[in-house]
């Protein structure tokens, strides 16, 4: 993974290196953040959230993603990709959204903004 970082967020990807269905694992340590950051590419749409599910600690970026959905690898629960927010037991709290854009070729995060999808443009 190539990453730089900007005041305008921090370059995770080219545009494309994501494929449709996958996930990128952005370390704590590349994000500043408490907690690995997972960018999921559904359906030409790009989002991120926390890493970790709130309910068993799994990796979310191993999970399964489908229909605007993350199901953790190990208890299966689902969260919204959008929103973070489970839809379905037996996680009961949201993990965070952060934004993500696409722009000028590459997929950027901004970790801490308030999470919303970007379509991908190519």
Same mark, same amino acid.
């Given at each position: ?46 989002? /991120? ?6 309910? =068993?600690?799994?990796? *979310?970026?191993? +999970?399964?993603?489908?229909? $605007? #959905? ?26 965070? /959204? ?6 000028? =070729?590459?997929?950027? *995060?901004?970790? +801490?903004?308030?999470?919303? $999808? #970007?379509?991908?443009?190519?």
């Amino acid at each position: 993974m190539s990453t730089s970082i900007t005041g305008t967020g921090i370059r995770v990807a080219a545009e494309g290196d994501i494929e449709d269905g996958e996930a990128l694992k952005v370390p704590a340590e590349t994000t500043g953040h408490d907690d690995a950051i997972a960018v999921f590419h559904d359906g030409g749409t790009y989002y /991120a959230l926390d890493d970790t599910c709130s309910h =068993g600690q799994a990796s *979310l970026s191993d +999970g399964w993603i489908e229909g $605007g #959905e993350v199901e953790c690898p190990l208890h299966s629960a689902r969260f919204c990709l959008k929103s973070g927010e489970p839809q379905c037991m037996p996680a009961t709290a949201a993990v965070r /959204a952060h934004r993500v854009e696409v722009h000028d =070729g590459a997929i950027w *995060l901004h970790p +801490g903004a308030p999470g919303s $999808g #970007e379509e991908a443009t190519g």
